[in-house]
């Protein structure tokens, strides 16, 4: 048997994260706060069978996530998508704009995030105003994104059990009622009357499809990570396989305790199912639970969002300052700043529901991107092993990112847009700042 060859290149980053830290890592990014507040969305876009638009959208994750495993693992470099871009199209316009909508995907996400996290559930234990409890909420993210990788990842590994069992909770509290006697199984093959099952459970997947995204943010802690080539593709196909299974339960349990009318019209529609159970639990438990899991995603999509910045920075799409490294703790300090920054301005100046929106449109850019990205840089070699996807999986991710695309709304194209005018603004900018920097020189 040869011996695998492995690209362990040096790193100004600490390689401190495992193969059981990166499928939590990745499982954590993906059981985020989505679940929690889109099942009853689902359930009124496509009825009683919340569970089959989840399995969809699971299908359609895994596509784009082949192209990533292979991707990551050939080019194991800090700033994922922007890297790949780099390579595919050699244009510094499109490596940057990749880039760019990633990184705007991040902290718009983040900005969301900590709003969520100050509204009605902070609002359970403690009144505040939103706005100024998101800010705070913000800052102690990046305390901990900056004390260092593996502090961050331990924290993840907590509050990821956590969430899970919340999830795992909801699913043992459906065998309870059904073993009651009660419930109404049948309602997991119903569908909404109003329209075709195909076109309602193609509206209720780009919901679901929300629930997936995450995974892509692993792309960018290639270099933090042992043994690339072998630990990444196995923990990002296993944690999405095990996010999958869990929302498709979660799915079969909603709507079999509780009408998918009651589940569409409540803004916590698990706690739904906690009451409807009424085995005793509180319900300002599950309120810390989605606590919990809003709190991870944030945490997960700033490290995400600080590594892509670095990595930008490095290849020269970014001011130089924010490839900085902290002495010490190896965290990319001025980028964790940065994007910190940007996340306060968004929360402090938007909805979590038009933040959200915002942030599936521009990851259909970046998959876009990374699924041709694929296919053309199969003509490039590397000295190492590397996972390599079949053929037809890029191209199958190519035509669920344009239907995806297709059901989005005039005001999410143009939210999108206007971010995306910001990044080609950006990259001027800079190109201009070089320019001068070389002339001066």
């Given at each position: 048997?040869?011996?695998?060859?492995?690209?362990?290149?040096?790193?100004?980053?600490?390689?401190?994260?495992?193969?059981?830290?990166?499928?939590?890592?990745?499982?954590?990014?993906?059981?985020?706060?989505?679940?929690?507040?889109?099942?009853?969305?689902?359930?009124?876009?496509?009825?009683?069978?919340?569970?089959?638009?989840?399995?969809?959208?699971?299908?359609?994750?895994?596509?784009?996530?082949?192209?990533?495993?292979?991707?990551?693992?050939?080019?194991?470099?800090?700033?994922?998508?922007?890297?790949?871009?780099?390579?595919?199209?050699?244009?510094?316009?499109?490596?940057?704009?990749?880039?760019?909508?990633?990184?705007?995907?991040?902290?718009?996400?983040?900005?969301?995030?900590?709003?969520?996290?100050?509204?009605?559930?902070?609002?359970?234990?403690?009144?505040?105003?939103?706005?100024?409890?998101?800010?705070i909420f913000l800052l102690?993210?990046?305390?901990?994104?900056?004390?260092?990788?593996?502090?961050?990842?331990?924290?993840?590994?907590?509050?990821?059990?956590?969430?899970?069992?919340?999830?795992?909770?909801?699913?043992?509290?459906?065998?309870?009622?059904?073993?009651?006697?009660?419930?109404?199984?049948?309602?997991?093959?119903?569908?909404?009357?109003?329209?075709?099952?195909?076109?309602?459970?193609?509206?209720?997947?780009l919901l679901a499809f929300?629930?997936?995204?995450?995974?892509?943010?692993?792309?960018?802690?290639?270099?933090?990570?042992?043994?690339?080539?072998?630990?990444?593709?196995?923990?990002?196909?296993?944690?999405?396989?095990?996010?999958?299974?869990?929302?498709?339960?979660?799915?079969?349990?909603?709507?079999?305790?509780?009408?998918?009318?009651?589940?569409?019209?409540?803004?916590?529609?698990?706690?739904?199912?906690?009451?409807?159970?009424?085995?005793?639990?509180?319900?300002?438990?599950?309120?810390?639970?989605?606590?919990?899991?809003?709190?991870?995603?944030?945490?997960?999509?700033?490290?995400?969002?600080?590594?892509?910045?670095?990595?930008?920075?490095?290849?020269?799409?970014?001011?130089?300052?924010?490839?900085?490294?902290?002495?010490?703790?190896?965290?990319?300090?001025?980028?964790?700043?940065?994007?910190?920054?940007?996340?306060?301005?968004?929360?402090?100046?938007?909805?979590?529901?038009?933040?959200?929106?915002?942030?599936?449109?521009?990851?259909?850019?970046?998959?876009?991107?990374?699924?041709?990205?694929?296919?053309?840089?199969?003509?490039?070699?590397?000295?190492?092993?590397?996972?390599?996807?079949?053929?037809?999986?890029?191209?199958?991710?190519?035509?669920?990112?344009?239907?995806?695309?297709?059901?989005?709304?005039?005001?999410?194209?143009?939210?999108?847009?206007?971010?995306?005018?910001?990044?080609?603004?950006?990259?001027?900018?800079?190109?201009?700042?070089?320019?001068?920097?070389?002339?001066?020189?």
């Amino acid at each position: 048997m040869t011996e695998l060859k492995t690209p362990e290149e040096a790193t100004p980053l600490k390689r401190a994260i495992s193969a059981k830290m990166l499928f939590v890592f990745i499982l954590g990014d993906v059981l985020g706060a989505g679940i929690y507040a889109l099942v009853g969305e689902i359930a009124g876009e496509v009825g009683g069978a919340v569970w089959v638009p989840l399995a969809v959208a699971l299908l359609m994750a895994m596509l784009t996530a082949a192209s990533y495993a292979e991707l990551v693992t050939k080019y194991p470099r800090a700033g994922g998508a922007a890297v790949f871009a780099r390579r595919a199209y050699k244009s510094p316009i499109v490596s940057f704009m990749v880039g760019f909508s990633m990184l705007a995907a991040g902290v718009t996400s983040a900005g969301g995030l900590a709003l969520a996290f100050s509204g009605d559930y902070l609002q359970v234990f403690v009144d505040v105003p939103a706005v100024p409890a998101a800010l705070i909420f913000l800052l102690v993210v990046a305390l901990l994104n900056a004390r260092g990788i593996t502090e961050s990842l331990r924290a993840n590994l907590v509050m990821t059990v956590v969430e899970v069992s919340g999830l795992v909770l909801v699913i043992a509290l459906a065998g309870l009622v059904l073993s009651r006697g009660d419930g109404t199984p049948s309602r997991v093959l119903e569908f909404d009357d109003s329209t075709t099952p195909a076109l309602a459970v193609l509206g209720a997947a780009l919901l679901a499809f929300y629930s997936f995204v995450g995974f892509e943010t692993s792309a960018n802690m290639a270099e933090e990570v042992h043994d690339v080539s072998r630990v990444y593709p196995r923990a990002l196909f296993t944690a999405l396989a095990t996010a999958g299974v869990v929302y498709v339960l979660v799915g079969l349990a909603v709507t079999t305790v509780v009408p998918p009318e009651t589940l569409a019209q409540s803004s916590g529609p698990l706690l739904e199912v906690v009451a409807a159970a009424d085995a005793g639990i509180p319900p300002w438990l599950f309120s810390l639970v989605a606590l919990i899991a809003v709190a991870n995603g944030a945490l997960l999509t700033m490290i995400m969002a600080s590594r892509l910045t670095f990595g930008m920075a490095r290849d020269g799409l970014l001011p130089s300052a924010l490839s900085k490294v902290l002495p010490g703790r190896q965290t990319p300090w001025v980028a964790i700043i940065a994007t910190t920054v940007v996340a306060m301005i968004l929360c402090a100046t938007g909805s979590v529901a038009a933040l959200a929106e915002t942030v599936v449109l521009l990851l259909l850019v970046v998959f876009v991107s990374t699924n041709i990205a694929v296919l053309v840089l199969r003509r490039d070699t590397v000295d190492h092993d590397h996972f390599r996807a079949a053929t037809i999986l890029p191209v199958l991710a190519l035509v669920t990112c344009v239907v995806l695309a297709t059901q989005q709304s005039a005001e999410t194209w143009l939210r999108t847009g206007v971010l995306l005018a910001v990044g080609v603004s950006l990259h001027f900018l800079q190109r201009v700042t070089a320019g001068r920097r070389s002339a001066a020189a």
